[in-house]
Every structure is written in structure tokens, then in C-alpha cells.
């Protein structure tokens, strides 16, 4: 059983950063990607980025490279994703996902990942 948890979402000004986590319990988190997608409301869940299992491989949403950082702490069963300079475009609600093997040599999407999170709202106000 693969149980996720977010956390950190809120509310931050434009340009401003705001950092997330997701908490896995799982018995070998290393055995796990991970990634981060956003919905907004009437839109499909977009990717945001992704990590492998030792976090040597990432890939980006073109949208947020540059600007956002996935990470993984496998000695604590956590993955992050810093916000940097956050644009109102930005404001969804952020769910962490995981499987226990992606391709990262083809197009990552919802369908990527078995396992879900509930969801944090991020709100970037302008």
C-alpha cells in the first residue's frame, strides 16, 4: 500500500516562492519515481516534474524550467518541489504521484503514475 501525503501549499505574491513536500509511506521508497502535476478547475491534471529513484534524473514541464526544483530525501521518504518565482499561472492545486517505474525517455503524464496524493492548493496572487 503507497500512501501520500502533500504539504506546504498556501497563498504567495507573484514572484515570491513558496516550497512543497510529499511524504511517501511506502515500504522501499527507493523502489519509487515520483513527480508532481496541477490542477485547475474544468482543465485536465497537467505534469509538473518528475524524479527517478535516486534523483539523478528529473524532467520539467516546460512551463516551470527554470524556475521550479524537484528533490528527493530517500532517508526520509520525502520528495519537494521548490516554487521560484511564481506567476499567477502558477495558482492550482499541486498532487504528488508515484510508481514504481516511469519511462523518462518518453512524454510523462497522469497516466505515468499509480499512486495519488490528495492535493495542496497553491493561490499566486498578482
Known amino acids: 500500500q503507497v500512501q501520500l501525503v502533500e504539504s506546504g501549499g498556501g497563498l504567495v505574491q507573484a514572484g515570491g516562492s513558496l516550497s512543497l513536500s510529499c511524504t511517501v509511506s511506502?515500504?522501499?521508497?527507493?523502489?519509487?519515481?515520483l513527480g508532481w502535476f496541477r490542477q485547475t478547475p474544468g482543465k485536465e491534471r497537467e505534469f509538473v516534474a518528475a524524479?527517478?529513484?535516486?534523483?539523478?534524473?528529473?524532467r520539467y514541464a516546460d512551463s516551470v524550467k527554470g524556475r521550479f526544483n524537484i528533490s528527493r530525501d530517500n532517508a526520509k521518504n520525502t520528495m519537494f518541489l521548490q516554487m521560484n518565482s511564481l506567476k499567477a499561472e502558477d495558482t492550482a492545486v499541486y498532487y504528488c504521484?508515484?510508481?514504481?517505474?516511469?519511462?523518462?525517455?518518453?512524454?510523462?503524464?497522469?497516466?505515468?503514475?499509480?499512486?495519488w496524493g490528495q492535493g495542496t492548493q497553491v493561490t499566486v496572487s498578482s
Open positions: 504521484a508515484a510508481d514504481a517505474w516511469i519511462s523518462f525517455s518518453t512524454e510523462i503524464g497522469p497516466r505515468s503514475f499509480s499512486h
Open positions: 511506502v515500504r522501499i521508497f527507493t523502489n519509487y519515481a
Open positions: 524524479i527517478n529513484w535516486n534523483g539523478v534524473i528529473t
